[in-house]
């Protein structure tokens, strides 16, 4: 039973042997076409390495050729499947530019951006991705708005931008939580102009409410009395939009001091 395992290994190291020799022969012959039917076979199976090499080699000689274009787009397919995208993401890029007449074309420009749909990375990190992908993806609707694919595009740009939506909405967060009080207020109002339809109007509402009495106790005096009027418009605004917010209640204890100071300034 050992010797027919170690017999069969060695059949299978042989076959390798062989198939190796037999490719870095066709690498280094001169024969194009055969690379190139090579080539589409390898990547048929699936081992884009050896593709790539191929495709390297004998690039320059079909370069006005019809097999250029093929070789062109199915590189770019190759670093995908590798999942090398930003590769990828060039190589498609570079197909569209110079092939822009191709059926592949719209396919290549779909999956550029989808290379960085797919590199957007978690909310906490930097979205650099995410604004190309969303800019690319707006690029292909612009350029092809009959596309089947535009709804998948228009779905995938939803889902980035509430990621980024996410992410200024925890930046926000974070300066309420530290009590910058400044930087909590430009945010919000910068957020909301942002995202006017924000899953979050109501909580920032409540927060700003917050954050402006907390400014204009921390404030010289000069600047009081604004800012508690603006905390009170705040409030106001948050009543008329959600009259039955739960967090309503939770701040009148807020909102009641803060009338009682505006009072004062009444009487003076």
């Known amino acids: 039973?050992?010797?027919?395992?170690?017999?069969?290994?060695?059949?299978?190291?042989?076959l390798g042997c062989t198939s190796c020799s037999k490719y870095?022969?066709?690498?280094?012959?001169?024969?194009?076409?055969?690379?190139?039917?090579?080539?589409?076979?390898?990547?048929?199976?699936?081992?884009?390495?050896?593709?790539?090499?191929?495709f390297?080699?004998?690039?320059?000689?079909?370069?006005?050729?019809?097999?250029?274009?093929?070789?062109?787009?199915?590189?770019?397919?190759?670093?995908?499947?590798?999942k090398e995208?930003?590769?990828?993401?060039?190589?498609?890029?570079?197909?569209?530019?110079?092939y822009p007449l191709s059926e592949?074309?719209?396919?290549?420009?779909?999956?550029?951006?989808?290379?960085?749909?797919?590199?957007?990375?978690?909310?906490?990190?930097?979205?650099?991705d995410t604004y190309t992908s969303i800019s690319e993806f707006q690029n292909f609707i612009d350029i092809y708005p009959n596309s089947p694919k535009v709804e998948e595009a228009n779905g995938k740009i939803d889902t980035l931008r509430m990621k980024l939506e996410e992410k200024e909405y925890l930046t926000c967060a974070l300066y309420f939580k530290m009590d910058e009080y400044q930087a909590a207020i430009t945010s919000y109002e910068a957020f909301?102009?942002?995202y006017p339809a924000t899953k979050y109007r109501e909580e920032i509402l409540k927060n700003m409410?917050?954050?402006?009495?907390?400014?204009a106790e921390n404030s010289v005096k000069s600047k009081q009395r604004e800012r508690y009027e603006l905390a009170l418009e705040k409030y106001n605004t948050l009543c008329y939009v959600y009259p039955d917010s739960e967090?309503?209640?939770?701040?009148?204890?807020?909102?009641?001091?803060?009338?009682?100071?505006?009072?004062?300034?009444?009487?003076?």
């Open 209 to 215: 409410v917050i954050t402006y009495y907390r400014y």
């Open 56 to 82: 390297e080699v004998m690039n320059a000689y079909y370069r006005n050729k019809p097999e250029g274009e093929t070789i062109a787009f199915l590189t770019a397919e190759c670093y995908y499947n590798k």
């Open 247 to 268: 967090y309503i209640a939770d701040i009148e204890p807020t909102v009641k001091k803060i009338r009682e100071k505006l009072e004062k300034y009444k009487s003076n």
């Open 24 to 54: 870095r022969r066709l690498l280094k012959g001169t024969d194009n076409e055969a690379k190139y039917k090579a080539a589409l076979e390898y990547y048929e199976k699936g081992n884009y390495d050896r593709t790539l090499q191929l």
């Open 85 to 98: 995208y930003y590769l990828a993401s060039s190589y498609y890029k570079r197909f569209a530019m110079n």
């Open 104 to 128: 592949n074309t719209e396919d290549a420009l779909f999956k550029s951006a989808t290379c960085y749909y797919i590199m957007s990375p978690k909310v906490t990190l930097d979205q650099s």
């Open 192 to 194: 909301l102009r942002d």
């Open 1 to 14: 039973m050992l010797k027919n395992r170690i017999f069969l290994l060695a059949i299978i190291c042989l």
